[in-house]
């Protein structure tokens, strides 16, 4: 039998799972079904090796309103940062704003290593809130901890 006769369908959706079920026994695969990855795992009607697997959507992520709350706010303070970086940046400060994305960079990766909460996407998200919120911080920190540097001395048009 042909390698790529063989199709294993990984879907939660049963509808979903049975039209494309439909579909592909029209056009003449032998076609299997498995509702996640576990169970696909174990399903014929080949070995693994000899299907071609379609994975859908299993369990989509559901974003609480939380999560949603703590990423909005997180964009709110991502647009500000991004605005505080432009004014380090027009103030020849680009060191330490770099050195504010380093920190808030690494504060976010600790975090995620960090197994204080559960649940990955709420951890991204509180995260990315957190993240954020930091980095514009230590932007504001940069912006009014350091003035604007000296102001070039403009050429004296009137002398001739």
């Known amino acids: 039998m042909n390698k790529l006769s063989t199709v294993l369908i990984v879907e939660d959706e049963k509808h979903l799972a049975d039209g494309l079920r439909f579909n592909l026994e029209a056009e003449g695969y032998e076609v299997g079904t498995a509702a996640d990855g576990e169970t696909a795992l174990e399903t014929e009607p080949e070995p693994a090796e000899n299907a071609q697997l379609i994975a859908l959507c299993t369990q989509a992520a559901t974003y609480g309103r939380l999560g949603l709350a703590a990423v909005a706010l997180g964009m709110g303070a991502h647009l500000a940062a991004g605005t505080l970086n432009q004014a380090a940046l027009a103030r020849d400060h680009a060191g330490a704003a770099a050195a504010a994305w380093l920190v808030a ?3 976010f990766v600790g975090w995620m290593l960090l197994p204080v909460v559960d649940d990955e996407l709420v ?15 230590l932007l504001a920190m940069v912006y009014r901890s350091r003035g604007a540097p ?6 004296d048009l009137r002398s001739g």
Do not use: K, Q, S
Not at 123 to 137: D, F, I
Not at 150 to 155: I, K, L, M, R, S
């Open 105 to 107: 960079a690494a504060a």
């Open 123 to 137: 951890r991204a998200e509180v995260g990315y809130l957190g993240a954020a919120t930091l980095l514009c911080a």
């Open 150 to 155: 000296p102001a070039e001395a403009a050429p």
